[in-house]
């Protein structure tokens, strides 16, 4: 291949990054080490051609534990709270994207938002009622509801307050600023399977989830969704749900807002309108410039971010890098991502990691060249009805700078000569 | 023979067609267990805007008044001023500014909702630990702290439900999502 491909934008030609396969595939497995910590100080005693230590002696037996962990280099790999909040349990810590590969978070990762903490809940001492607009209110205990014939689904959840309309610095990383988002396999049974054993009632239009938690957290979801795709699942990834996901039990709406998927669901209550909680009124509703406020903004639309590089990394080497990022859309497939290294002027088509499914992470990359000029990182996503991930400005310019909620702004990382990544304020 | 058959065959669909339809209606697990009236009972805590769901009692702005003082005011101010938790006063006449200040006064739409939130989340060290009584007097104070309420309101399940709040009719849905014009893209 000619030079061509390595154009003035820095992207490398589709055909000249095939043919460095080889050369992706050998410095994957170093990122970590590279980007996130400095040059190990220690001795070259372990490096060719000095035998390391490691292989002179048997490692550590097996279930050591028991319950596996990452290997302690990864010990940085870590959740963190999102800001400083009044208190720890009505509070939220995001998932350190920067960190992650594919599209699964890992359990112990998956982003936290609670209202009241994480309840201590015994299985065997917690219960599902669904009563209202039923023929027939029905008490579920978890043994009840886990022989329902099952489905595993993998889908993204992402918290409505994800991502800031101001306030962010040039310090941001992209843990901070998108890292209300995590996708899992998640494991149940359809909430129209067990709606259909109580008997839905015509006039039932809206059901109240209501969690077992000490804020008794309670949204309305409206009776179509609940009909459609949504899931009451007590899996992740595998195993039960972790505590902080509603052990024993949470809501799943697929591509709608966090807070509505109810964690440690205790009651399903069927009415024929909305039940207007404190967090469908004066929470989680998006105040628009003429003072009134939007209610019932359920879907999470389109969005996407460059995670490497990102925010608070530092390239130390010019060359090849994979840009590589996560995309996702709460109504639906995802069907394109471009990138710009130039701030938004130019943009290339990303490659799209299979398996692209709806209302789940998808996984793009594009290589890149860098060669020690600044660039601007951007990323922007389409899905499957057409909608494309808007500029900030564009997004501001209708919705103004106090809706709180549902930024889904195009995020630009900036890249200094000297390899710092920063957030574009 | 034939014919006797068909016959019987076209009886037994006409017969069990019905059967068929009402069959949908019944569980098809037969999982779970009829939920009992005194299970509800203790579990059934939310209150509809219209009231549906609010329990017997009643409560004074000046019941309010030592009931927030000794369970509320540590976190929410003496008046409601916040600090160092929510701000529960004030903000009327803010919402279309650039600091909009959201409170129960200046955004909350249903008066009812301040009864179901209280009820089931606060005080935060002590959640569901209220009487009826005693939330509804937290109500009636904070109302009147907003000045919604006279200093000698009684908030009961038939005066609660007809408070009007300031904001009652801020809230638009359905959603308008997508709103924002798409750029042209290659």
Request: glycine share 8%; with cysteine.
């Amino acid at each position: 291949m000619p030079a061509k491909p390595v154009s003035l934008r820095g992207l490398v030609g589709r055909r000249a990054f095939l043919s460095r396969g080889a050369i992706l595939a050998g410095s994957a497995a170093g990122l970590g080490t590279l980007f996130r910590r400095t040059a190990s100080a220690q001795s070259d005693a372990n490096l060719p051609p000095h035998v390391p230590q490691w292989m002179t002696e048997q490692g550590t037996p097996i279930v050591s534990p028991a319950y596996g962990v990452p290997s302690p280099f990864e010990h940085d790999v870590v959740r963190r709270p999102r800001a400083k909040t009044r208190t720890m349990t009505a509070a939220s810590s995001c998932t350190p994207l920067q960190d992650l590969h594919g599209i699964i978070t890992p359990n112990g990762l998956h982003f936290e938002r609670h209202h009241a903490g994480v309840p201590a809940i015994d299985p065997d001492a917690h219960r599902l009622l669904v009563h209202g607009l039923v023929e027939r209110p029905v008490t579920f205990t978890m043994n009840d509801l886990m022989r329902f014939p099952s489905v595993s689904r993998l889908h993204f959840l992402e918290c409505s307050g994800n991502s800031f309309w101001t306030g962010t610095t040039a310090k941001s990383t992209v843990q901070e600023t998108h890292g209300l988002l995590s996708c899992c396999e998640w494991t149940g049974v359809l909430l129209s399977t067990v709606l259909a054993e109580a008997g839905v009632k015509e006039n039932a239009k809206w059901i109240l989830a209501e969690g077992a938690d000490a804020a008794g957290l309670s949204r309305s979801v409206p009776i179509e969704k609940a009909l459609d795709d949504a899931l009451l699942v007590y899996a992740q990834n595998g195993e039960r749900l972790r505590p902080e996901q509603g052990y024993p039990l949470r809501l799943l709406l697929p591509g709608y807002e966090g807070n509505m998927n109810v964690k440690w669901l205790r009651r399903l209550k069927l009415g024929d309108q909305p039940f207007e909680t404190r967090e469908e009124t004066s929470k989680y509703t998006d105040l628009m410039p003429d003072g009134t406020a939007r209610q019932f903004t359920f879907v999470m639309e389109a969005k996407s971010v460059i995670t490497f590089p990102s925010g608070g990394l530092q390239l130390h080497d010019h060359g090849f890098y994979e840009i590589s990022g996560l995309a996702w859309s709460g109504r639906g497939r995802i069907t394109r991502v471009d990138v710009s290294t130039d701030g938004g002027a130019n943009w290339e088509q990303a490659q799209l990691q299979e398996p692209i499914l709806t209302k789940c992470l998808t996984r793009f990359r594009v290589p890149w060249r860098w060669a020690g000029s600044p660039a601007r990182l951007q990323s922007r996503a389409i899905d499957e009805t057409g909608y494309e991930q808007p500029d900030r400005a564009d997004l501001v310019a209708v919705r103004g700078l106090n809706s709180y909620y549902h930024c889904n702004a195009i995020q630009e990382w900036q890249v200094s000569a000297d390899g710092a990544i920063t957030n574009a304020v | 023979m034939r014919s006797r058959s068909l016959a019987a065959l076209i009886l037994a669909v006409l017969l069990l067609a019905p059967g068929c339809l009402w069959a949908q209606d019944a569980p098809t697990y037969g999982l779970g267990r009829p939920a009992t009236p005194e299970e509800l009972a203790g579990w059934d805590i939310d209150v509809r805007a219209d009231g549906q769901g609010l329990p017997p009692g009643s409560g004074s702005v000046r019941d309010g008044l030592t009931v927030y003082a000794e369970r509320c005011a540590a976190c929410h101010g003496d008046k409601g001023e916040g600090n160092p938790m929510d701000r529960l006063v004030g903000g009327t006449g803010t919402l279309a500014s650039a600091n909009p200040v959201r409170t129960v006064g200046s955004f909350w739409p249903y008066a009812t909702t301040l009864f179901d939130y209280v009820r089931r989340a606060m005080p935060l060290n002590a959640p569901q630990s209220l009487t009826a009584d005693q939330v509804y007097a937290v109500c009636a104070y904070l109302l009147y702290l907003n000045q919604i309420v006279p200093a000698e309101a009684v908030l009961n399940p038939e005066t609660l439900p007809k408070v009007q709040m300031p904001n009652r009719h801020g809230f638009t849905s359905p959603d308008p999502r997508p709103d924002v014009p798409r750029h042209a893209s290659p």
